[in-house]
Protein backbone atom coordinates (compact mmCIF):
# COMPACT_ATOMS: atom_id res chain seq x y z
CA UNK A 1 0.00 0.00 0.00
CA UNK A 2 1.07 3.70 -0.61
CA UNK A 3 0.46 4.25 2.95
CA UNK A 4 3.20 1.52 3.53
CA UNK A 5 5.43 3.13 1.29
CA UNK A 6 5.77 6.18 2.97
CA UNK A 7 6.26 4.82 6.31
CA UNK A 8 9.10 2.83 5.61
CA UNK A 9 10.67 5.99 4.19
CA UNK A 10 9.49 7.88 6.85
CA UNK A 11 11.33 5.05 9.15
CA UNK A 12 14.27 4.98 7.28
CA UNK A 13 14.47 8.90 7.66
CA UNK A 14 14.29 8.39 11.63
CA UNK A 15 16.49 5.54 11.60
CA UNK A 16 19.49 7.94 9.58
CA UNK A 17 18.52 10.31 11.98
CA UNK A 18 19.27 8.22 15.36
CA UNK A 19 22.67 7.17 13.79
CA UNK A 20 24.04 10.61 12.89
CA UNK A 21 22.86 11.73 16.33
CA UNK A 22 25.07 8.95 17.98
CA UNK A 23 27.53 10.12 16.16
CA UNK A 24 29.14 12.89 18.47
CA UNK A 25 32.31 14.36 16.82
CA UNK A 26 34.68 15.98 19.27
CA UNK A 27 35.73 19.24 19.43
CA UNK A 28 38.47 20.66 20.66
CA UNK A 29 38.99 24.18 23.03
CA UNK A 30 41.49 25.19 25.71
CA UNK A 31 41.17 27.11 29.16
CA UNK A 32 42.35 30.66 29.58
CA UNK A 33 43.73 30.67 32.84
CA UNK A 34 44.77 34.34 34.61
CA UNK A 35 46.94 33.30 37.38
CA UNK A 36 49.80 35.24 36.10
CA UNK A 37 52.56 37.70 37.05
CA UNK A 38 53.30 38.15 33.14
CA UNK A 39 49.78 38.56 31.79
CA UNK A 40 49.27 39.09 28.01
CA UNK A 41 46.50 41.55 26.80
CA UNK A 42 43.41 39.74 26.38
CA UNK A 43 43.07 41.28 22.60
CA UNK A 44 46.64 39.72 21.88
CA UNK A 45 45.52 36.43 23.48
CA UNK A 46 41.51 36.67 21.12
CA UNK A 47 44.27 36.93 18.24
CA UNK A 48 46.73 34.02 19.41
CA UNK A 49 43.12 31.92 19.51
CA UNK A 50 41.64 32.75 16.20
CA UNK A 51 44.81 32.23 14.60
CA UNK A 52 45.00 28.95 15.75
CA UNK A 53 41.06 28.64 14.57
CA UNK A 54 40.06 27.50 18.74
CA UNK A 55 36.57 28.16 19.05
CA UNK A 56 35.72 26.95 22.52
CA UNK A 57 37.80 28.72 25.37
CA UNK A 58 36.76 27.65 29.27
CA UNK A 59 37.44 30.59 31.64
CA UNK A 60 37.73 30.27 35.52
CA UNK A 61 35.57 33.77 36.39
CA UNK A 62 33.54 36.16 33.83
CA UNK A 63 36.89 38.70 34.12
CA UNK A 64 35.52 41.68 32.20
CA UNK A 65 38.88 42.19 29.77
CA UNK A 66 38.43 38.85 28.58
CA UNK A 67 34.99 38.67 28.04
CA UNK A 68 35.05 42.10 26.14
CA UNK A 69 38.02 40.59 24.26
CA UNK A 70 35.81 37.79 23.27
CA UNK A 71 32.81 39.88 22.03
CA UNK A 72 32.05 39.85 18.47
CA UNK A 73 34.71 36.99 17.67
CA UNK A 74 31.77 34.19 17.98
CA UNK A 75 34.31 31.95 20.47
CA UNK A 76 32.10 29.91 22.13
CA UNK A 77 32.63 30.31 25.78
CA UNK A 78 32.31 29.01 29.02
CA UNK A 79 32.40 31.36 32.22
CA UNK A 80 32.33 30.07 35.93
CA UNK A 81 31.40 31.20 39.40
CA UNK A 82 34.35 30.20 42.34
CA UNK A 83 33.48 27.99 44.56
CA UNK A 84 33.63 30.68 47.13
CA UNK A 85 30.66 32.59 45.90
CA UNK A 86 28.29 29.14 45.97
CA UNK A 87 27.09 30.27 49.39
CA UNK A 88 26.00 33.40 48.48
CA UNK A 89 24.38 32.40 45.39
CA UNK A 90 22.54 29.69 46.57
CA UNK A 91 20.99 31.98 49.40
CA UNK A 92 20.00 34.74 47.72
CA UNK A 93 17.65 35.17 44.62
CA UNK A 94 18.93 38.88 44.21
CA UNK A 95 22.90 37.88 44.27
CA UNK A 96 21.97 35.21 41.66
CA UNK A 97 20.17 38.05 39.68
CA UNK A 98 22.94 40.41 40.14
CA UNK A 99 26.13 37.86 38.93
CA UNK A 100 23.65 36.94 35.31
CA UNK A 101 23.31 40.57 35.27
CA UNK A 102 27.13 41.72 35.48
CA UNK A 103 28.79 38.76 33.91
CA UNK A 104 26.71 37.51 31.37
CA UNK A 105 23.71 39.56 30.14
CA UNK A 106 25.77 42.61 29.58
CA UNK A 107 28.26 40.59 27.38
CA UNK A 108 25.00 38.88 25.27
CA UNK A 109 24.68 42.05 23.36
CA UNK A 110 24.38 41.76 19.66
CA UNK A 111 27.58 41.56 18.03
CA UNK A 112 28.46 40.37 21.92
CA UNK A 113 30.50 37.48 24.01
CA UNK A 114 29.13 33.79 22.76
CA UNK A 115 28.55 32.51 26.29
CA UNK A 116 27.04 29.18 26.09
CA UNK A 117 27.91 27.56 29.75
CA UNK A 118 28.07 28.71 32.81
CA UNK A 119 30.42 26.54 35.74
CA UNK A 120 28.31 26.60 38.71
CA UNK A 121 31.67 26.25 40.74
CA UNK A 122 34.78 23.96 39.74
CA UNK A 123 35.24 20.71 41.27
CA UNK A 124 32.71 21.50 44.36
CA UNK A 125 33.04 17.78 44.98
CA UNK A 126 36.44 17.19 45.05
CA UNK A 127 37.38 14.97 48.19
CA UNK A 128 40.20 17.46 49.99
CA UNK A 129 37.16 20.34 49.98
CA UNK A 130 35.91 18.30 53.16
CA UNK A 131 32.03 18.62 51.60
CA UNK A 132 32.21 22.51 52.40
CA UNK A 133 30.74 23.03 49.63
CA UNK A 134 28.46 20.48 48.56
CA UNK A 135 24.95 21.57 50.09
CA UNK A 136 25.71 24.68 48.37
CA UNK A 137 25.63 23.75 44.03
CA UNK A 138 22.15 22.85 43.59
CA UNK A 139 20.57 25.66 45.40
CA UNK A 140 22.66 27.94 44.03
CA UNK A 141 22.07 26.18 40.59
CA UNK A 142 18.60 26.62 40.88
CA UNK A 143 18.57 30.38 41.54
CA UNK A 144 20.87 30.83 38.58
CA UNK A 145 18.34 28.45 36.63
CA UNK A 146 16.12 31.44 37.66
CA UNK A 147 17.59 34.15 36.81
CA UNK A 148 18.56 32.96 33.34
CA UNK A 149 14.99 32.54 32.48
CA UNK A 150 14.16 36.19 33.93
CA UNK A 151 16.91 37.38 31.63
CA UNK A 152 15.41 35.58 28.89
CA UNK A 153 18.71 33.09 28.14
CA UNK A 154 17.99 30.11 29.91
CA UNK A 155 17.65 28.89 26.38
CA UNK A 156 20.58 29.98 25.12
CA UNK A 157 23.10 29.66 28.17
CA UNK A 158 23.15 26.27 30.21
CA UNK A 159 24.56 25.59 33.62
CA UNK A 160 27.19 23.04 33.99
CA UNK A 161 29.22 21.56 37.27
CA UNK A 162 32.62 20.98 36.27
CA UNK A 163 33.61 17.57 38.47
CA UNK A 164 36.85 16.25 39.30
CA UNK A 165 37.64 12.36 38.86
CA UNK A 166 37.72 12.02 42.45
CA UNK A 167 33.74 11.64 42.53
CA UNK A 168 33.68 8.47 40.71
CA UNK A 169 35.36 5.76 42.00
CA UNK A 170 35.96 1.53 40.48
CA UNK A 171 38.72 -0.91 40.29
CA UNK A 172 37.29 -1.71 36.80
CA UNK A 173 35.58 0.51 34.56
CA UNK A 174 32.57 -1.64 34.62
CA UNK A 175 32.35 -1.29 37.64
CA UNK A 176 32.49 2.63 38.48
CA UNK A 177 30.01 4.17 40.81
CA UNK A 178 29.48 7.70 42.20
CA UNK A 179 31.41 8.21 46.08
CA UNK A 180 28.73 7.04 48.17
CA UNK A 181 28.23 10.49 49.74
CA UNK A 182 27.82 12.26 46.42
CA UNK A 183 24.83 9.74 45.22
CA UNK A 184 21.87 11.74 45.99
CA UNK A 185 23.73 15.59 44.76
CA UNK A 186 24.95 13.99 41.78
CA UNK A 187 21.43 12.01 40.98
CA UNK A 188 19.63 15.74 41.50
CA UNK A 189 22.47 17.12 39.66
CA UNK A 190 22.61 14.58 36.43
CA UNK A 191 19.10 14.79 36.28
CA UNK A 192 18.60 18.90 36.28
CA UNK A 193 21.72 18.40 33.55
CA UNK A 194 19.57 15.86 31.69
CA UNK A 195 15.94 18.18 31.29
CA UNK A 196 18.20 21.12 30.52
CA UNK A 197 19.91 19.79 27.85
CA UNK A 198 23.23 20.35 29.21
CA UNK A 199 26.09 17.80 29.73
CA UNK A 200 28.19 16.49 32.32
CA UNK A 201 31.86 17.95 33.01
CA UNK A 202 34.62 16.57 34.14
CA UNK A 203 38.34 16.38 34.63
CA UNK A 204 40.59 13.39 33.93
CA UNK A 205 44.72 14.09 34.42
CA UNK A 206 46.10 10.72 33.34
CA UNK A 207 49.12 12.94 34.04
CA UNK A 208 48.54 13.02 38.32
CA UNK A 209 47.74 9.18 38.27
CA UNK A 210 50.93 8.52 37.35
CA UNK A 211 53.00 11.06 39.30
CA UNK A 212 50.72 10.15 42.52
CA UNK A 213 51.49 6.25 42.13
CA UNK A 214 54.71 5.10 41.48
CA UNK A 215 53.14 1.79 40.68
CA UNK A 216 51.17 3.15 37.66
CA UNK A 217 52.03 2.10 34.09
CA UNK A 218 53.96 4.76 32.58
CA UNK A 219 52.82 3.76 29.31
CA UNK A 220 49.31 3.24 30.31
CA UNK A 221 48.77 7.15 30.53
CA UNK A 222 49.47 7.53 27.13
CA UNK A 223 47.92 6.90 23.99
CA UNK A 224 50.91 5.33 22.10
CA UNK A 225 49.50 1.31 23.10
CA UNK A 226 50.60 -0.66 26.60
CA UNK A 227 52.41 -3.43 27.95
CA UNK A 228 49.81 -3.00 30.75
CA UNK A 229 46.80 -3.50 29.42
CA UNK A 230 42.96 -3.56 32.07
CA UNK A 231 40.99 -6.54 30.86
CA UNK A 232 37.23 -5.53 31.94
CA UNK A 233 35.23 -8.79 30.91
CA UNK A 234 34.60 -8.34 27.48
CA UNK A 235 36.17 -4.94 26.91
CA UNK A 236 40.25 -4.17 27.04
CA UNK A 237 41.80 -0.75 27.64
CA UNK A 238 44.59 0.23 26.52
CA UNK A 239 45.32 3.80 27.84
CA UNK A 240 43.81 5.47 30.90
CA UNK A 241 41.46 8.05 29.76
CA UNK A 242 39.64 5.84 28.40
CA UNK A 243 39.73 3.54 31.38
CA UNK A 244 38.90 6.76 33.35
CA UNK A 245 35.95 8.06 30.78
CA UNK A 246 33.98 4.50 30.51
CA UNK A 247 34.05 4.65 34.70
CA UNK A 248 32.02 7.87 34.80
CA UNK A 249 29.95 6.14 32.32
CA UNK A 250 29.04 3.26 34.41
CA UNK A 251 28.67 5.56 37.34
CA UNK A 252 26.22 7.57 35.35
CA UNK A 253 24.63 4.32 34.00
CA UNK A 254 23.58 3.31 37.30
CA UNK A 255 21.67 6.29 37.54
CA UNK A 256 20.11 5.64 34.93
CA UNK A 257 21.70 8.71 32.80
CA UNK A 258 24.46 6.41 30.65
CA UNK A 259 23.60 8.38 27.64
CA UNK A 260 24.46 11.65 29.10
CA UNK A 261 26.86 13.75 26.71
CA UNK A 262 29.97 14.14 28.62
CA UNK A 263 32.44 17.15 27.85
CA UNK A 264 35.91 16.92 29.07
CA UNK A 265 36.45 20.11 30.96
CA UNK A 266 39.82 19.90 32.02
CA UNK A 267 42.79 17.51 30.71
CA UNK A 268 46.31 17.97 29.97
CA UNK A 269 50.48 17.58 30.76
CA UNK A 270 52.80 19.69 32.34
CA UNK A 271 56.00 20.75 30.92
CA UNK A 272 57.83 21.45 33.73
CA UNK A 273 58.12 20.76 37.39
CA UNK A 274 58.21 16.78 37.82
CA UNK A 275 60.07 14.57 36.35
CA UNK A 276 57.68 12.91 33.95
CA UNK A 277 56.59 16.90 33.82
CA UNK A 278 59.11 17.66 30.20
CA UNK A 279 57.92 19.26 26.92
CA UNK A 280 58.56 16.02 25.20
CA UNK A 281 55.79 14.08 27.31
CA UNK A 282 53.55 16.49 26.93
CA UNK A 283 53.62 16.99 23.38
CA UNK A 284 53.10 13.37 23.22
CA UNK A 285 50.42 13.28 25.42
CA UNK A 286 48.55 15.92 23.78
CA UNK A 287 48.81 14.92 20.57
CA UNK A 288 47.88 10.87 21.24
CA UNK A 289 44.90 12.76 23.39
CA UNK A 290 43.72 15.02 20.03
CA UNK A 291 44.10 12.35 17.43
CA UNK A 292 42.16 9.75 19.88
CA UNK A 293 38.83 12.20 20.41
CA UNK A 294 38.97 13.57 16.86
CA UNK A 295 38.87 9.94 15.48
CA UNK A 296 35.56 9.89 16.74
CA UNK A 297 36.18 5.65 17.72
CA UNK A 298 34.94 6.33 21.30
CA UNK A 299 35.37 3.63 24.15
CA UNK A 300 34.01 0.49 24.80
CA UNK A 301 31.13 1.33 26.74
CA UNK A 302 30.55 4.41 24.15
CA UNK A 303 31.78 3.11 20.65
CA UNK A 304 31.46 5.60 17.94
CA UNK A 305 30.26 7.94 20.89
CA UNK A 306 33.67 10.27 22.34
CA UNK A 307 33.02 13.06 24.67
CA UNK A 308 31.54 16.50 23.18
CA UNK A 309 33.89 18.60 23.87
CA UNK A 310 37.40 18.56 24.79
CA UNK A 311 38.81 21.39 26.90
CA UNK A 312 42.89 21.22 26.67
CA UNK A 313 44.36 22.90 30.49
CA UNK A 314 46.22 25.35 29.42
CA UNK A 315 46.38 27.70 27.10
CA UNK A 316 48.70 29.19 28.67
CA UNK A 317 51.65 29.05 32.59
CA UNK A 318 50.31 30.06 34.77
CA UNK A 319 53.34 31.19 37.33
CA UNK A 320 51.29 32.58 40.43
CA UNK A 321 49.28 29.39 40.63
CA UNK A 322 49.53 27.67 44.27
CA UNK A 323 52.16 24.91 43.84
CA UNK A 324 49.99 22.87 47.04
CA UNK A 325 49.68 19.69 44.52
CA UNK A 326 52.81 20.29 43.14
CA UNK A 327 55.66 22.36 41.45
CA UNK A 328 54.22 21.21 38.06
CA UNK A 329 51.27 23.06 39.04
CA UNK A 330 52.47 26.13 37.38
CA UNK A 331 53.40 24.70 33.64
CA UNK A 332 50.67 23.27 31.93
CA UNK A 333 50.27 25.66 29.28
CA UNK A 334 50.68 24.55 25.50
CA UNK A 335 51.98 28.12 25.18
CA UNK A 336 54.35 29.99 27.09
CA UNK A 337 53.36 33.13 29.82
CA UNK A 338 53.79 34.86 26.34
CA UNK A 339 52.29 33.04 23.80
CA UNK A 340 54.96 31.18 22.42
CA UNK A 341 54.42 27.55 21.36
CA UNK A 342 56.27 25.39 23.59
CA UNK A 343 56.13 22.29 21.21
CA UNK A 344 54.46 21.60 17.79
CA UNK A 345 51.13 20.50 17.96
CA UNK A 346 48.33 19.95 15.29
CA UNK A 347 45.50 20.60 17.21
CA UNK A 348 42.53 19.12 14.20
CA UNK A 349 41.70 22.50 13.55
CA UNK A 350 43.36 23.44 9.93
CA UNK A 351 46.20 24.90 11.09
CA UNK A 352 49.14 22.49 10.80
CA UNK A 353 51.12 23.44 14.33
CA UNK A 354 50.25 25.84 17.07
CA UNK A 355 50.79 29.33 15.82
CA UNK A 356 52.58 31.76 18.02
CA UNK A 357 51.18 35.26 19.40
CA UNK A 358 51.99 38.02 17.54
CA UNK A 359 52.61 41.73 18.48
CA UNK A 360 53.82 40.62 21.79
CA UNK A 361 55.54 43.26 23.47
CA UNK A 362 58.53 42.85 25.89
CA UNK A 363 60.74 44.55 28.64
CA UNK A 364 64.60 45.49 27.35
CA UNK A 365 66.47 42.40 27.34
CA UNK A 366 67.83 42.91 30.41
CA UNK A 367 68.40 40.47 33.36
CA UNK A 368 69.44 40.30 37.09
CA UNK A 369 71.75 38.01 38.38
CA UNK A 370 74.08 37.62 41.27
CA UNK A 371 77.50 39.36 41.14
CA UNK A 372 79.91 36.94 40.68
CA UNK A 373 82.41 38.97 42.78
CA UNK A 374 80.07 38.71 45.62
CA UNK A 375 79.92 36.39 48.98
CA UNK A 376 77.18 34.27 49.16
CA UNK A 377 76.70 33.90 52.76
CA UNK A 378 74.01 36.18 53.18
CA UNK A 379 72.24 35.14 50.08
CA UNK A 380 69.44 32.91 52.08
CA UNK A 381 66.77 35.85 52.95
CA UNK A 382 67.20 37.31 49.59
CA UNK A 383 66.57 34.01 47.25
CA UNK A 384 63.90 33.10 49.76
CA UNK A 385 62.15 36.99 48.92
CA UNK A 386 62.72 36.08 45.06
CA UNK A 387 60.60 32.54 45.24
CA UNK A 388 57.95 34.02 47.55
CA UNK A 389 56.71 37.02 44.71
CA UNK A 390 58.31 34.70 41.65
CA UNK A 391 58.43 31.36 40.33
CA UNK A 392 61.38 29.22 40.94
CA UNK A 393 59.61 26.01 40.61
CA UNK A 394 61.88 25.19 37.62
CA UNK A 395 64.71 24.54 39.98
CA UNK A 396 63.22 22.18 41.77
CA UNK A 397 63.97 18.58 41.92
CA UNK A 398 62.93 17.12 38.29
CA UNK A 399 62.50 20.77 37.21
CA UNK A 400 64.44 22.12 33.66
CA UNK A 401 66.62 24.58 35.71
CA UNK A 402 67.52 21.97 38.17
CA UNK A 403 71.22 21.43 38.46
CA UNK A 404 73.02 24.81 37.37
CA UNK A 405 74.41 25.34 40.96
CA UNK A 406 74.40 27.41 43.49
CA UNK A 407 74.87 30.78 41.65
CA UNK A 408 73.07 29.62 39.00
CA UNK A 409 69.71 28.93 41.16
CA UNK A 410 70.45 32.33 43.10
CA UNK A 411 70.65 34.18 39.48
CA UNK A 412 67.63 32.51 38.32
CA UNK A 413 65.61 33.64 41.27
CA UNK A 414 66.58 37.10 41.39
CA UNK A 415 65.81 37.76 37.55
CA UNK A 416 62.52 36.19 38.05
CA UNK A 417 61.89 39.03 40.88
CA UNK A 418 63.24 41.57 39.03
CA UNK A 419 61.08 40.36 35.90
CA UNK A 420 57.97 40.48 38.07
CA UNK A 421 58.96 43.78 39.22
CA UNK A 422 58.90 44.98 35.76
CA UNK A 423 62.68 45.49 35.75
CA UNK A 424 62.37 48.13 38.35
CA UNK A 425 66.45 48.93 39.31
CA UNK A 426 66.17 48.74 43.03
CA UNK A 427 64.37 45.15 42.21
CA UNK A 428 67.77 44.08 41.48
CA UNK A 429 69.85 45.28 44.68
CA UNK A 430 69.15 42.38 47.23
CA UNK A 431 72.01 44.63 49.30
CA UNK A 432 74.29 44.65 46.52
CA UNK A 433 74.45 41.37 45.66
CA UNK A 434 72.57 41.60 42.36
CA UNK A 435 73.76 43.03 38.95
CA UNK A 436 72.17 43.64 35.84
CA UNK A 437 73.28 42.30 32.50
CA UNK A 438 72.79 42.56 29.12
CA UNK A 439 74.11 38.95 28.51
CA UNK A 440 71.46 36.12 28.39
CA UNK A 441 72.43 34.32 31.13
CA UNK A 442 70.14 31.06 30.12
CA UNK A 443 71.60 27.38 30.04
CA UNK A 444 70.52 24.72 28.18
CA UNK A 445 67.27 23.73 29.10
CA UNK A 446 66.78 26.39 31.82
CA UNK A 447 65.92 29.91 30.19
CA UNK A 448 65.98 32.93 32.18
CA UNK A 449 62.64 34.77 31.16
CA UNK A 450 61.84 38.55 30.12
CA UNK A 451 59.13 40.01 30.88
CA UNK A 452 56.20 41.26 28.80
CA UNK A 453 55.49 44.65 28.55
CA UNK A 454 51.93 46.09 30.07
CA UNK A 455 49.60 46.98 27.28
CA UNK A 456 47.38 49.69 28.68
CA UNK A 457 43.99 50.97 26.45
CA UNK A 458 42.75 54.03 28.42
CA UNK A 459 39.31 53.39 27.13
CA UNK A 460 39.09 49.61 28.51
CA UNK A 461 41.07 50.66 31.30
CA UNK A 462 38.43 53.51 32.47
CA UNK A 463 35.10 51.24 31.51
CA UNK A 464 36.81 48.25 32.85
CA UNK A 465 37.43 50.54 36.31
CA UNK A 466 33.60 51.71 36.16
CA UNK A 467 32.45 48.07 35.69
CA UNK A 468 34.26 46.63 39.03
CA UNK A 469 33.52 49.54 40.83
CA UNK A 470 29.80 49.60 40.20
CA UNK A 471 30.04 45.66 40.63
CA UNK A 472 32.35 45.90 44.26
CA UNK A 473 29.42 48.43 45.29
CA UNK A 474 26.48 46.71 44.76
CA UNK A 475 28.17 43.22 45.64
CA UNK A 476 28.81 45.01 49.29
CA UNK A 477 25.35 45.90 49.11
CA UNK A 478 23.58 42.44 48.68
CA UNK A 479 26.77 40.41 51.21
CA UNK A 480 25.79 43.29 53.45
CA UNK A 481 22.23 42.25 53.00
CA UNK A 482 22.47 38.52 53.49
CA UNK A 483 25.33 38.54 56.15
CA UNK A 484 24.62 42.16 57.73
CA UNK A 485 26.61 40.82 60.78
CA UNK A 486 29.73 40.00 58.87
CA UNK A 487 32.55 42.51 59.44
CA UNK A 488 33.78 44.79 56.06
CA UNK A 489 36.94 43.05 56.22
CA UNK A 490 35.08 39.65 55.91
CA UNK A 491 32.81 41.04 52.82
CA UNK A 492 35.54 42.65 50.68
CA UNK A 493 37.52 39.53 51.34
CA UNK A 494 34.57 37.35 49.62
CA UNK A 495 34.50 39.64 46.56
CA UNK A 496 38.14 39.49 45.87
CA UNK A 497 38.62 35.67 46.01
CA UNK A 498 37.31 34.66 43.03
CA UNK A 499 39.95 36.71 41.26
CA UNK A 500 42.78 34.66 43.02
CA UNK A 501 41.14 31.22 43.71
CA UNK A 502 43.50 28.35 43.37
CA UNK A 503 41.85 25.21 41.48
CA UNK A 504 43.51 21.98 43.39
CA UNK A 505 43.25 18.53 41.97
CA UNK A 506 44.59 15.43 43.03
Same mark, same amino acid.
Given at each position: ??????????????????????????????????????????????????????????????????????????????????????????????AADLWVSQNVSRYMVRGGANIKYIAVGNEPFLTSYGGQFQSYVMPAITNLQQSLTKANLANNVKLVVPCNADAYESSLPSQGSFRPELTQIITDLVTFLNSNNSPFIVNIYPFLSLYSNSDFPQDYAFFEGTTHPVTDGPNTYYNAFDGNYDTLVSALNKLGFGQIPIVIGEVGWPTDGAITANVNAARVFNQGLINHVLSNKGTPLRPGQGPTDVYLFGLFDEEAKSVLPGSFERHWGIFSFDGQAKYGLNLGLGNALLRNARDVHYLPERWCV?????????????????????????????????????? $?? &?????? =??? !?????????? @????? $?? &?????? =??? !?????????? @????????????????????????????????????????????????????
Open positions: MRVGIITTKALAVVLVLVVVAQTVESAIGVNWGTISNHRLAPSTVVDLLRDNKIQKVKLFDADPDCLRALMGTGIEVMVGVSNDLLATLSSSTAVDPLKDLSGVSDHFKLACTVADCTTLNYGGSCNGIGER $GN &VSYAFN =SYY !QVQKQNSRSC @EFDGL $GM &VTFLNP =SMG !QCKFLVGVAE @EVVTEHLSVGLRLYTGSVIVWLLIFWGVWGSYDLDRVVHNIEIPKLCKRKKI
